[in-house]
């Protein structure tokens, strides 16, 4: 049985993707085939919350004018999944902004417009994210499934951020998270040279990075 670090299922590892590639731009195509994505730089307005993008926006056009333009971020974990949150960015005289600050502190997002799909103020209801596997690895179907189950279930008993659900009930849901990516760490350990670029693309040859995180073989 493979021995994962715990370490590793602390990073993050979806971040701003490098280029819009052809699985990134068919990935797209498929949540609004009208709309072309495009990077957007990031620049937080002071007393803005993390993960609240719409109440930022709102309140920024209502201080400084301009418009609320509905979209979705495009993140990426390399060779593992696409993924699109729903997200709102500030628009003002044309130029695009992503007034909202990341977990990564991303300095610059891939934002696809969706004018269609607005957020819902009054219930508060999100959006669950989609993701789509990039076909490399085949656990990450698994993993993408059961990071859904937890997400619809947190949605269908929340307003805003507040949830209401059994301890227990979400305990078992984050373990079958958790082995699910566990699968997914082995399935890249496997196919990851020790000189090869680390998966979690800290740029670091991954014998020096996350490989010793992971004891696939006793």
């Known amino acids: 049985m493979p021995a994962i670090s715990t370490d590793l299922f602390k990073k993050n590892f979806t971040t701003t993707p490098r280029t819009i590639s052809a699985e990134v731009r068919a990935f797209c195509q498929r949540i609004s085939p009208d709309q072309t994505p495009a990077y957007v730089p990031v620049s937080e307005d002071a007393g803005v919350l993390p993960s609240e993008c719409f109440n930022n926006v709102a309140s920024k056009v209502e201080r400084d004018g301009g418009t609320l333009l509905y979209g979705w971020l495009i993140w990426e974990w390399p060779r593992v999944f696409v993924?699109?949150?729903?997200?709102?960015?500030?628009?003002?005289?044309?130029?695009?902004?992503?007034?909202?600050?990341?977990?990564n502190g991303e300095?610059?997002?891939?934002?696809?417009?969706?004018?269609?799909?607005?957020?819902?103020?009054?219930?508060?209801?999100?959006?669950?994210?989609?993701?789509?596997s990039l076909g490399e690895l085949?656990?990450?179907?698994?993993?993408?499934?059961?990071?859904?189950?937890?997400?619809?279930?947190?949605?269908?008993?929340?307003v805003g951020?507040?949830?209401?659900?059994?301890?227990?009930?979400?305990?078992?849901?984050?373990?079958?998270?958790?082995?699910?990516?566990?699968?997914?760490?082995?399935?890249?350990?496997?196919?990851?040279?020790?000189?090869?670029?680390?998966?979690?693309?800290?740029?670091?040859?991954?014998?020096?990075?996350?490989?010793?995180m992971i004891q696939i073989y006793p």
């Open 83 to 103: 993924e699109a949150e729903h997200h709102a960015v500030w628009e003002h005289d044309g130029i695009l902004t992503d007034i909202t600050p990341h977990v």
């Open 107 to 132: 300095r610059q997002v891939l934002f696809l417009p969706d004018p269609m799909r607005p957020y819902d103020f009054a219930t508060q209801k999100r959006l669950i994210n989609i993701k789509r």
């Open 138 to 158: 085949p656990s990450v179907g698994g993993w993408i499934a059961a990071t859904n189950k937890l997400h619809h279930a947190i949605e269908a008993n929340s």
């Open 161 to 212: 951020n507040q949830f209401t659900l059994e301890r227990s009930y979400l305990s078992a849901m984050g373990q079958e998270i958790r082995n699910a990516l566990g699968l997914v760490f082995v399935d890249l350990a496997k196919t990851t040279g020790p000189n090869a670029p680390c998966f979690c693309t800290s740029g670091r040859k991954f014998k020096k990075c996350c490989g010793p």
